[in-house]
């Protein structure tokens, strides 16, 4: 049996809510009801012309029954499930779920991103001792001073008879320590008062990085050029970053973009565009433009939305340790939050495979089986330096694919992440699946 | 019986206070304020006792107390380490790095002196 989607439970959703009987729909779409109903229940995957007609018959757009932001919504609601095991949420019913209660739904996926943002921000904050050295110096001489004065002045005290020599050389030592010790203790203050404006943001920096790039869309047209922008502007103007730490990643982020837009300007590469993303080849449009291909990737994610034939696609950067440092989702291919994306990703492949442009189609595994178009290059960061080690770095650009009969099934499965996977005969396996083996 | 200490510590005040009472106690006393050649200065000298911060300039107490458990002339050497944080994680890795007596800043004299007079069993 086909595993479960949430397109099914849409389906019958619709049908009801719109008080049409089960064989009314099955007559307009052509097929049986006893068919209708299987698919209803999710025991048959639907997609194709089929879709089409009973969103017609239903009079709904087919994006809103077949599966987009929900697979995300979904991954989340999983991970959640997984911190809680103890909760016993009904996995096996999760898609139903957040189908019937999307509101529900994303209540709890959104409730669980903030505890895991919350998370993170009470281990910076426990392990701020150790890890600020400003601090620990802070009190490390406020304390070795109190040190100082309370032992010279328990001498003064105690010693009977200290000869007058000492007895000057200890007044001056206490006098001395307690004006460096007041000083100390100002700026200790001074460091502890600096860290409760320092971080008080509730997200984690990554997150939001991606929602300043997803709010303009990926495209930033002041950086374009003859835009008349500068990155150090558009950081200190874009609301979503409030840490010092999401400002420095988004500064670096944009001017790589303003370096790329200046070298390939996006009114350049927009003619070149192939007519269907099947036959796009960066590395042509690398050679063509005289660059390299990493750069044209990247500017394929950051095209003005709406234009060319591009309108769908995602992108992901790693470095050399497979830390995924740049996230553009696609809807139906969702990236990992915090946890470790698959490692039979193209992108990763790529890094074993330095400066070979690769074309690869792949399956999702689960859920929809959905099928994408990938393009991966990896390629040393920076411009090369005298008898030093390249650091690696890189791309992978993501494009949904329309499956043909046969193409599907030649592209390998990959994963999200090992933990809403559920390809059980996998190589690359870290930890075991909250899905079992139903796929 | 004269009674030989190292102190390793960069706090000038504090080394003229434990120096005063250690040698009014009838030590002899010899300071040491850098990290970095602190194994050395141990070497050298080979004192009766070593009363070693955690925090050196150069160099880690800890780093430093771990080559002297590690020399088979300092293995077995008292060693008192002063630190300014008494957190249990401090107290663990002195005491894997194998000192013999752990004591928080800021102590009090008699503190000190009954501790170096207990390690060297006095």
């Known amino acids: 049996m086909a595993r479960t989607t949430l397109t099914g439970s849409r389906i019958r959703e619709r049908r009801i809510m719109r008080g049409m009987r089960q064989a009314e729909l099955a007559r307009q779409a052509g097929i049986s009801a006893s068919y209708l109903n299987l698919i209803e229940h999710n025991r048959r995957r639907i997609g194709g012309k089929l879709l089409l007609d009973i969103a017609a018959a239903l009079e709904v757009e087919p994006s809103h029954l077949s599966e987009g932001a929900e697979a995300a919504l979904i991954a989340t609601l999983r991970e959640a499930a997984a911190e809680r095991p103890a909760a016993g949420a009904e996995l096996d019913r999760i898609e139903e779920f957040a189908g019937r209660f999307p509101g529900w739904a994303q209540l709890i996926a959104g409730g669980y991103r903030r505890l895991a943002a919350m998370e993170q921000e009470v281990e910076a904050l426990t392990d701020r001792l150790s890890h600020d050295p400003h601090l620990a110096a802070s009190l490390h001489e406020v304390l070795s001073t109190v040190t100082a004065i309370r032992s010279t002045a328990s001498i003064l005290v105690d010693t009977p008879e200290l000869e007058p020599d000492w007895q000057d050389r200890f007044h001056r030592n206490i006098s001395e320590d307690s004006r460096r010790l007041a000083e100390g203790a100002q700026r200790l203050v001074a460091e502890l008062d600096a860290g409760e404006t320092r971080e008080t943001a509730q997200s984690v920096p990554q997150e939001e990085v991606e929602a300043f790039f997803t709010a303009q869309s990926f495209h930033f ?79 394929l994610a950051s095209l003005p939305p709406g234009e060319g034939t591009l309108d769908k696609v995602g992108l992901v950067i790693c470095d050399g340790s497979g830390t995924l440092t740049f996230r553009r989702p696609l809807e139906g291919f969702p990236l990992p939050r915090f946890g470790t994306a698959c490692p039979l990703w193209p992108l990763f492949q790529s890094l074993s495979r330095p400066m070979m442009p690769m074309r690869r189609p792949v399956r999702l595994a689960g859920r929809s089986e959905g099928a994408f178009l990938t393009y991966a290059v990896a390629q040393p960061k920076g411009a090369p330096r005298l008898n030093r080690e390249p650091l690696f770095e890189a791309h992978m650009l993501i494009l949904p694919r329309v499956p043909g009969p046969n193409e599907a099934e030649e592209a390998p499965r990959v994963g999200v992440t090992c933990r809403i996977c559920p390809r059980s005969d996998c190589p690359g396996r870290r930890e075991p699946s909250l899905m079992g083996d139903a796929a | 019986m004269s009674k030989n200490v190292l102190v390793i510590e960069d706090e000038p005040n504090i080394i003229e206070a434990i120096g005063f009472i250690l040698s009014r106690d009838g030590w002899r006393v010899a300071t040491h304020s850098n990290g970095e050649d602190a194994v050395e200065a141990v070497r050298s000298r080979m004192p009766d006792l070593v009363i070693l911060d955690v925090m050196l300039p150069g160099r880690s107490g800890y780093d430093i107390l771990r080559d002297l458990r590690g020399a088979e002339a300092t293995a077995g050497m008292p060693v008192l380490m002063l630190t300014a944080r008494g957190q249990n994680r401090d107290r663990e890795m002195a005491e894997a790095a194998g000192a013999s007596r752990f004591m928080t800043k800021p102590f009090s004299n008699s503190e000190v002196l009954a501790a170096v007079n207990q390690l060297i069993g006095a």
């Open chain 1, 221 to 299: 047209p002041a950086l374009e050029p003859g835009g008349g922008g500068d990155p150090a502007r558009l950081v200190a103007e874009a609301e979503e970053l409030t840490s010092s730490t999401a400002r420095a990643m988004a500064q670096a982020l944009l001017e790589r973009y303003a370096e790329d837009a200046r070298h390939l300007p996006a009114t350049r590469l927009l003619p070149e565009l192939p007519k269907t993303p099947e036959t796009l080849n960066p590395a042509a449009l690398a050679d063509a433009f005289g660059t390299d291909t990493a750069r044209v990737l990247r500017r």
